[in-house]
């Protein structure tokens, strides 16, 4: 995929920002991702999964997708990674970026969307909140070349000094049929078990040795005293 002078400055900011506040990203259940054009679904749980969706486009997936921001205004910027405006309380604007959304899509039928379907970002305790099926079947209807695979996020600590991001990719299905919040939910309940099937590590920062003080020891050999 090409991007503009611009795309790739802010696609290096989005790369950058992960790597100064986590660990690593793991992808786990690669061998899930539909060989075809996918409307993905996500919980929303962290700051970072914004981010995540960016490395879904530019490092997993390696072909343009589209995603829905809330906070677009404050982000403009982002749309050239991708991003539509869908602003809060504006139901029309709202609308319109959904009728967009379908013309490009339509458009370009090799692209990805990406959907928070829960629709507001919350605390990971709450587990998955329930939501309307709506978006999904209408976009289902005027999209019936696209399948529908669910994503589950989750933040942990493995080792170092930050934390981990782990992806978990589901079973695609073709179509939505109620079931897609219960489909995130397993998918979660997974990711806080031990790990099964296949792992792949991305943006893991390299290990570095750091001074440390045994060189002090001899001076404290006698405490508590």
Known sequence: MTRSLLGRFWSSAMRKALDKAIERVVLMDEENLPNQPTIFYLNHHTHFDGHLIWLMIFQIRRKQGLVWMERWDEYPFLG??????????????????????????????????????????????????????????????????????PVAIRVTWWSGERPTLLMKIGTPHSKPDGQEAQRLQNLLDDLAKPRTGTVRKLMEKPIRCKMGFGWMRRFFRDYPK
């Open 80 to 149: 050239l990674l991708g991003a539509l405006p869908f602003p809060k309380d504006q139901p029309k604007a709202r609308v319109k970026t959904l009728h967009r959304t379908i013309a490009l899509l339509n458009k370009h039928p090799d692209w990805d969307f990406y959907i928070f379907p829960e629709g507001i970002q919350h605390p990971p305790e709450e587990g998955i909140m329930a939501f309307s099926p709506k978006i999904l079947h209408r976009l289902s209807r005027e999209l019936p070349q696209y399948v529908f695979c």
